[in-house]
């Protein structure tokens, strides 16, 4: 494992990005990282500009009009960033996959590296998946 | 004691590379005691470094429209700024006959740069929200200047004396009352220099999300991160040397400690002060800062004339 490596998996900032979310899954996501989890011990903090994330949290049903917004706002992303899909509408559109809105799950227009299910998933989910994630930069 | 030469002085020891290690262990400092006051565990002793090699590998995005050169020079003018300081104040402690008249007047210059690097920064990165962050730096900084200035002429009108090395060799500002007014003024001035709570309004994540760093990726945000944990190290040891009679270090293990501790002391301070108070709004800090700041300053520079 590279120094290069070590050093960005130990570093993850986060960024929130919330597509018209029921708002469930944003206050899973904020739990996450309350001192109760205290995330810090791994290098994790929130930051508020995407310029400075390396994994971004997606949460909520991307409309048509969002899904624009959401792929300019990854690209503005410095690489190399890593992208988490969190909750059932993200993933699968969930209940609102009928809607005349929907503009399909969000991996059809931003790659995603993790999949968190659930309506709204555990803030012990979404750690899992970071763990899973990082093991998986490290090539363990 | 052997001293290198001047160039590896300012790069190595006790400029660049001395400040910047010594700078990451007390934001690690910073971040440990922040931890612990909000009841959690803290990061690793080597979280702050892995944050700055990070950004090294991270791509630098230079926003469309801005001013490229300005946008990528604006960070290393404040950290030359940084460097410059922790070496004339170290030089100042470590041998004698190594400073030059007024040079307490070029610190309060060269203190004042990574300000103004964040403010030519922000200016240049063509973000509205960065502008709006710039503007507030520049305001706070015309704020905290005059009572700053105004305190540390409290010291140097008592030792008569506008070279570091002569104030040292005076007695400890802090030990009569106009000190002890003049540094609770500085320390002040500190916590907004340093753009801490609750003088963090260019900043303020809630509202501007990053404000005058909101552009800034990779290695360029590296270096604004690396100058804000010198300048966290700096500025105590600044205040140290003016009020507190600095950090002896040629006299043996006791003094050495007791003036690390003075260092120690003002830090876990700043850090007690930036978790327990809310953030003022710009205008409040302005008020703050040109009204009873700056009276409190004048009180203790009047209290020289009168010999306290």
């Not at chain 2, 006051?37 to 002793?45: A, L, S």
């Not at chain 2, 040079?103 to 929200?129: E, H, K, Q, W």
């Not at chain 2, 990726?217 to 270096?223: D, E």
Request: hydrophobic share 55%; net charge positive.
């Amino acid at each position: 494992m590279s120094f290069a490596v070590r050093a960005l998996t130990r570093s993850l900032n986060v960024f929130h990005l919330g597509g018209s979310a029921c708002n469930n899954c944003d206050i899973e996501i904020l739990d996450a990282l309350t001192p109760r989890y205290d995330v810090e011990r791994f290098g994790l903090t929130l930051v508020g500009s995407v310029r400075h994330a390396d994994l971004i949290l997606l949460s909520g049903v991307f409309n048509t009009k969002a899904a624009i917004r959401a792929r300019r706002i990854y690209e503005q992303a410095p690489k190399p960033v890593v992208v988490v899909a969190i909750g059932a509408c993200a993933c699968t559109g969930d209940i609102f996959r009928k809607s005349y809105n929907w503009d399909g799950p969000v991996d059809r227009y931003i790659p995603v590296d993790a999949y968190v299910a659930g309506c709204p998933p555990k803030p012990e989910a979404m750690l899992e998946a970071v763990v899973t994630l990082v093991k998986k930069l490290r090539g363990a | 004691m052997e001293m290198l030469p001047l160039t590896l002085q300012v790069l190595v020891f006790p400029g660049l590379l001395f400040a910047a290690a010594a700078g990451l262990v007390t934001s690690w400092v910073d971040r440990m005691v922040t931890a612990r006051v909000q009841m959690r565990v803290g990061p690793p002793f080597l979280q702050p470094f892995y944050d700055v090699v990070k950004l090294m590998i991270k791509e630098t995005c230079v926003p469309a429209g801005g001013a490229r050169a300005l946008f990528l020079a604006a960070p290393l003018a404040g950290l030359a700024g940084a460097a410059l300081a922790s070496t004339i104040i170290w030089r100042a402690f470590l041998a004698r006959g190594s400073g030059f008249s007024g040079d307490v007047i070029v610190l309060l210059y060269l203190l004042t740069l990574p300000a103004l690097a964040v403010i030519l920064g922000s200016f240049a990165s063509r973000n509205p929200l960065a502008s709006l962050g710039g503007s507030r730096e520049m305001k706070l900084l015309l704020a905290y200047e005059l009572p700053f200035v105004l305190a540390v002429l409290a010291v140097v009108a008592r030792t008569g004396a506008l070279r570091l090395e002569e104030i040292l060799a005076a007695p400890a500002a802090a030990t009569r009352p106009s000190g002890i007014i003049a540094l609770v003024v500085a320390v002040l001035c500190m916590q907004a220099k340093l753009t801490l709570v609750p003088f963090d309004a260019p900043e303020a994540e809630t509202e501007l999300s990053g404000g005058a760093y909101i552009e800034y990726s990779g290695p360029p945000l590296a270096v604004f991160k690396l100058t804000r944990a010198m300048m966290l190290f700096t500025m105590p040891v600044f205040l140290v040397a003016v009020f507190g009679g600095g950090i002896r270090l040629g006299d043996g293990v006791l003094p050495a400690v007791a003036g690390v501790l003075k260092v120690v002391g003002l830090v876990v301070a700043t850090i007690l002060i930036r978790n327990t108070a809310p953030r003022v709004r710009i205008d409040q800090a302005v008020r703050f800062f040109w009204g009873p700041a700056t009276l409190a300053a004048l009180v203790a520079t009047g209290l020289v004339f009168v010999g306290l």
